[in-house]
């Protein structure tokens, strides 16, 4: 057995993994319930929460085409609204949040190519 931490949107988990090998004759067994995998990071510059909050609005999607500057997410913080703005002009390759998600410092928000 090996034990790790997973980090799921900010909320962290101790899981323990065991190591098998498996007969070329033995069908493979269904997969435990999990817990949902954050999204997959795209190519590009990385957009990072500066602070911990809580995702109010998500403004941009997968494919959308952004300039420098405009507003990405909105995050609460310390019961002010934060807008996360685009560091450059480019196309939004991933968004790794959604809204009512809470997010640590430098979690990862989005992606821009």
Known sequence: M???????????????????????????????????????????????????????????????KVKKGDVLVILEAMKMENQIQAPCDGTVTSVCVKKGDSVETQALICTIA
């Not at 007969?23 to 949902?36: C, E, F, I, L």
Request: proline residues 10%.
């Open 2 to 64: 090996k034990k790790y931490r997973v980090n799921v949107n900010g909320s962290l988990y101790e899981v323990e993994i065991e190591e098998m090998q498996a007969p070329a004759t033995m069908s493979a067994a269904k997969p435990a319930a999990a817990a949902p995998a954050p999204a997959a990071a795209g190519a590009g510059a990385k957009v990072n929460a500066p602070m911990p909050g809580t995702i109010l609005d998500v403004r941009v999607q997968n494919g959308a």
